[in-house]
Structures are given as C-alpha cells and as structure tokens.
C-alpha cells in the first residue's frame, strides 16, 4: 500500500512474469467446464466413510492452536481409531495453555511440555518433531509458507480456509499442491460443504443435469460482526495485529475472502470452474478495529457471460442470510438441500435422519468438520491420496480478485490476478513494530 493513503490499481496488481502458472492452474477446473447431462461426469467428491477406517497410529500436529485450530485437533481424534495428538505449535504460549486444557478436558489428551513449540519457527520444529499429519489453523497469512514447509517434509496436511490472503500466496499454494500430487501425499482443506452428504446429493444431481444448463447464481454472507481485539499497553504492534488478526487485510484477507470463501467455493464446485473477472464495491460502516471493510457486493462473470452476484456483510442489527442458489434452464437450487423446478415446486429434497419421534433431524448424519478428518484419514489408510488444495486455491483467488475490485473501484480479471506480484505483510516476523502502514482502502482515489 502506498504511504500517502492513495490505493492504485497498479499497486494492486504489479504483474510478474510467472512461468506458466495460469495456464496450469485453470486445467483441472476448465477441462470440464460445461454442464454434462451424464450420469458418467466426473464428480469432485470424496469417499465420505461415516469413520475413518482402522490402521495403524497416525501422529498429528497443530499448527495454530486458537478455537478454530482446537476444535479442528478433537474433530481429528473424533474421526476414528488410533489417532492422537502429539505436538502443539503457536507464536503464543497462553495459546498452547488454553488448547492442552480443553483437549485434556474434552479428549483426555495430554500433550508433552517438549512437543509444545513457541514462536514464530514453531511450526518448522513442529513439522521435525516426527508427526504423520500436520494440521493448520494459524491466520492465513502464515498458510502458504508453513504448507510448503509441511510438504517439503512430505507430511499429509489439513488446512483451513481461506489457503492464503494475496495473489502471491494462492501462486505459492498451487505450487505446493501440485508438489504433493507428485509425493502420493493427502491434503484436505477447510471447505466444510464439500464434505457434507447434504450438499453433495445436490452437487451430484446438478452435475448430472437435474437444473439444466447453469445460468445466473447467487450468494450471501450477511451475518454479524466478527471479534476484535482492542490493543493493549504490554503488546507490541505485531502482537496486537496477531492478536486481533480477523481485522487485519495482511492477516486474514479481509472477510470477503477469509469468510465468503465457503460461498465463492460452493459455486465454483458446482459451476466446475473460475470465474474470469470481477466488478464490485464495499465500505467500512461500523468496523473497530484493523484496516478491513465490513461489506461487500461482487458480480462475477464466467467464460460464457454466467454471471454469479455475491454479497457479504459483517455488521450487527442487519438481516442475516447465508445462503446460496444457483438457477437453470430447467429449475434451480439452494445448492443445500433441494432442488426445485421453474414453478417452485420441489424435484429433489436430501432425506435427513430422523429423531426418536420420526421427525427430521435437518442435519447430516456425521459433523462436516469431523467428516474433513475422516476423509483425510481414509485417503491416507486406503492409501488413494485425495487433495483438495488446488480447488480451495482457485476459490480463494476469487475472492481476493473480488477484494482488489472493490478496494480499486475497478474491473479486474482473472488473467490479472493470476500474474500479479501482490504480497500482503512484512517479509520478516518479529515482536515489535510492523514495517508497513495499514489504511483502509478508498475506491476511485488512484
């Protein structure tokens, strides 16, 4: 970002020469772009097991060890026989404290004082310390490097979403996918929908035909503020940023890509490919802290002029609605559960479990997020390695293609954030000042 406060779409979008890196990131998606109506199609899902098969022990490391990175530890050893958690890893010590004590308490888990690793190369003493899987939940800044790291050392990884928060991350991220294809490794990413047996019913039927030919499509992220961190006094400028890093551009993406990416991904799964370019705008109203926005509205346009509106909005005493919905030549979805026709009336409804009294449930029958682990697990016992990294990448460089237009006022393409240099946050990570000077962006101002 420039130093005066101006934003411009150069800035933004400083292209590099990238050997080929576009062209090979949109095979997988745009090889089988258009909406067969076989029952043959192939079909992006995995094997979806309600346990991980038995086998020998599998050692994991987390890598992030905050609530999201807690919970993805116990949905680990949720999802079947012989599988532990045996190192910790965090910039911060009271970080690795509060996860031993809850998956002590809820898992009866004890990790070793001497597999507990602070600070910032944590994670490399992590990766050598001699686990099977490393999973990671740090802020997605960190996620590029730390899953190159994690491959290099030919661990299977689990790692959330969004996979980076700049056009150089998703580049890194690719790259490192395809460096995992090449080693037999398994990777599954945080992208909860893809592993519910809801929504993959639907995905089947859509694939297959059931709303004919893709026209238009529709999201919303609208929900309430996310948390903040007021700074305080002990705290250097870099350990409030970390602290606070859902508020930070550089940190976390800003929530169009850290949060909408589960929206932007729906669609793109379903679609079966990218987006070529984006046109939107933002604000921040009401944000406290960090340098983000708090809404967004984006039209995305596919090769064949499908255009794909996506709207989100983290601000309290608003309307609320996660939702999606994809329409046909034929009828349309909520991509969830249902399947309608032109005249409302349902064609396909997922059967959910039932309670004890015979009603639905409205839930699947196994948690997503446990469900994640027990693909991951699955893929590496039956020993058909399964990655989902490029898809999540691809998803992820969507949503930063829509930040950057709204940001700049401007259009922008696919072919231009693909080859762009753009790299969010300093190069080196140390507790004390940042060198570089946030500000929220103002569209138009180049």
């Given at each position: 970002?420039?130093?005066d406060?101006?934003?411009?779409?150069?800035?933004?979008?400083?292209?590099?020469?990238?050997?080929?890196?576009?062209?090979?990131?949109?095979?997988?998606?745009?090889?089988?772009?258009?909406?067969?109506?076989?029952?043959?199609?192939?079909?992006?899902?995995?094997?979806?097991?309600?346990?991980?098969?038995?086998?020998?022990?599998?050692?994991?490391?987390?890598?992030?060890?905050?609530g999201?990175?807690?919970?993805?530890?116990?949905n680990?050893?949720?999802?079947?026989?012989?599988?532990?958690?045996?190192?910790?890893?965090?910039?911060?010590?009271?970080?690795?404290?509060?996860?031993?004590?809850?998956?002590?308490?809820?898992?009866?888990?004890?990790?070793?004082?001497?597999?507990?690793?602070v600070?910032?190369?944590a994670?490399?003493?992590?990766?050598?310390?001699?686990?099977?899987?490393?999973?990671?939940?740090?802020?997605?800044?960190?996620?590029?490097?730390?899953f190159?790291?994690?491959?290099?050392?030919?661990?299977?990884v689990?790692?959330?979403?969004?996979?980076?928060?700049?056009?150089?991350?998703?580049?890194?991220?690719?790259?490192?996918?395809?460096?995992?294809?090449g080693?037999?490794?398994?990777?599954?990413?945080?992208?909860?929908?893809?592993?519910?047996?809801d929504y993959?019913?639907?995905?089947?039927?859509?694939?297959?035909?059931?709303?004919?030919?893709?026209?238009?499509?529709?999201?919303?992220?609208?929900?309430?503020?996310?948390?903040?961190?007021?700074?305080?006094?002990?705290?250097?400028?870099?350990?409030?940023?970390?602290?606070?890093?859902?508020?930070?551009?550089?940190?976390?993406?800003?929530?169009?890509?850290?949060?909408?990416?589960?929206?932007?991904d729906?669609?793109?799964?379903?679609?079966?490919?990218?987006?070529?370019?984006?046109?939107?705008?933002?604000?921040?109203?009401?944000?406290?802290?960090?340098?983000?926005?708090?809404?967004?509205?984006?039209?995305?346009?596919?090769?064949?002029?499908?255009?794909?509106?996506?709207?989100c909005?983290?601000?309290?005493g608003?309307?609320?609605?996660?939702?999606?919905?994809?329409?046909?030549?034929?009828?349309?979805?909520?991509?969830?559960?249902?399947?309608?026709?032109?005249?409302?009336?349902?064609q396909?409804?997922?059967?959910?479990?039932?309670?004890e009294?015979g009603?639905?449930?409205?839930?699947?029958?196994?948690?997503?997020?446990?469900?994640?682990?027990?693909?991951?697990?699955?893929?590496?016992?039956?020993?058909?390695?399964y990655?989902?990294?490029?898809?999540?990448?691809?998803?992820?460089?969507?949503?930063?293609?829509?930040?950057?237009?709204?940001?700049?006022?401007?259009?922008?393409?696919?072919?231009e954030?693909?080859?762009?240099?753009?790299?969010?946050?300093?190069?080196?990570?140390?507790?004390?000042?940042?060198?570089?000077?946030?500000?929220?962006?103002?569209?138009?101002?180049?």
């Amino acid at each position: 970002m420039e130093r005066d406060g101006r934003i411009s779409r150069r800035n933004f979008l400083s292209k590099t020469a990238i050997a080929g890196i576009a062209g090979v990131a949109g095979v997988k998606l745009l090889s089988s772009c258009s909406q067969s109506k076989s029952e043959n199609v192939k079909l992006d899902i995995p094997t979806l097991n309600p346990v991980a098969p038995d086998g020998p022990t599998l050692k994991a490391g987390l890598i992030g060890c905050g609530g999201r990175g807690t919970g993805a530890a116990i949905n680990f050893v949720d999802a079947g026989p012989n599988l532990e958690i045996v190192a910790l890893a965090d910039v911060f010590q009271d970080k690795i404290d509060q996860c031993r004590v809850k998956l002590k308490e809820q898992r009866k888990i004890e990790v070793a004082d001497e597999k507990c690793f602070v600070g910032f190369d944590a994670y490399q003493k992590l990766i050598d310390s001699g686990v099977d899987i490393v999973i990671h939940a740090t802020p997605p800044h960190f996620r590029p490097e730390h899953f190159a790291a994690a491959v290099q050392a030919r661990k299977h990884v689990f790692i959330e979403k969004p996979l980076a928060v700049d056009p150089a991350g998703v580049r890194s991220v690719l790259a490192t996918g395809k460096k995992a294809d090449g080693l037999g490794l398994s990777v599954v990413t945080g992208t909860i929908y893809r592993h519910r047996l809801d929504y993959i019913e639907v995905y089947k039927k859509v694939r297959q035909g059931a709303i004919g030919d893709i026209v238009s499509a529709n999201s919303y992220y609208n929900t309430v503020q996310s948390w903040h961190r007021n700074p305080k006094a002990e705290w250097s400028e870099m350990e409030y940023m970390l602290r606070d890093w859902m508020n930070w551009c550089w940190l976390a993406g800003d929530h169009i890509v850290e949060q909408n990416v589960h929206n932007i991904d729906n669609v793109m799964w379903f679609m079966d490919k990218h987006p070529v370019k984006a046109l939107g705008f933002g604000s921040r109203q009401r944000r406290l802290t960090g340098d983000i926005y708090d809404n967004f509205s984006v039209d995305f346009v596919f090769d064949d002029d499908v255009h794909y509106h996506n709207m989100c909005r983290q601000i309290n005493g608003c309307s609320k609605n996660v939702s999606d919905q994809i329409m046909g030549t034929q009828g349309y979805t909520n991509l969830r559960n249902t399947i309608y026709n032109h005249d409302g009336s349902v064609q396909y409804t997922y059967p959910y479990p039932v309670d004890e009294k015979g009603q639905s449930t409205g839930r699947v029958a196994v948690n997503p997020y446990v469900q994640e682990h027990i693909d991951l697990v699955t893929a590496i016992r039956t020993n058909k390695p399964y990655n989902t990294a490029e898809a999540t990448a691809l998803s992820t460089m969507a949503g930063i293609m829509g930040r950057i237009s709204a940001y700049t006022g401007n259009e922008v393409t696919w072919e231009e954030v693909m080859n762009s240099d753009l790299r969010l946050g300093p190069t080196h990570y140390s507790f004390g000042p940042v060198n570089l000077k946030p500000e929220v962006p103002v569209p138009g101002k180049a």
